[in-house]
Nanobody
Framework: QVQLVESGGGLVQAGGSLRLSCAAS????????MAWYRQAPGKQRELIAG???????NYADSMEGRFSISRDNAKNTVYLQMNSLKSEDTAVYYC?????????WGQGTQVTVSS
């Protein structure tokens, strides 16, 4: 089992920045990948970005530029830096851990951007 705990969400004004963190614990194996998704009310969950334990990143086409993913393998933590936030970025942000055939999700952290 792997446990994921997200933090860093909150209320921010449009144009502001937030940095989300997701700490993984438990049976961490390598190689693995971690990713950030988000789900806005009434919409499907969508990928923002992913990063492998080797540091390779991938971004959804619409996300690259304002969002940046990184990780600290020593801390088993993945980060999402979000800049120039817009009201449409309001959503619950989820962290995902994937290794072999296993797939784990965090409980989500709310990000609300006020215009």
């Amino acid at each position: 089992q792997v446990q994921l705990v997200e933090s860093g969400g909150g209320l921010v004004q449009a144009g502001g920045s937030l940095r989300l963190s997701c700490a993984a614990s438990g049976r961490i194996v390598n190689p693995n990948s971690m990713a950030w998704y988000r789900q806005a009310p009434g919409k499907q969950r969508e990928l923002i970005a992913g990063i492998t334990s080797g540091g390779r990143t991938n971004y959804a086409d619409s996300m690259e530029g304002r969002f940046s993913i990184s990780r600290d393998n020593a801390k088993n933590t993945v980060y999402l830096q979000m800049n120039s936030l817009k009201s449409e970025d309001t959503a619950v942000y989820y962290c995902q851990y994937r290794a072999r055939i296993y797939d784990y999700w965090g409980q989500g952290t709310q990000v609300t951007v006020s215009s």
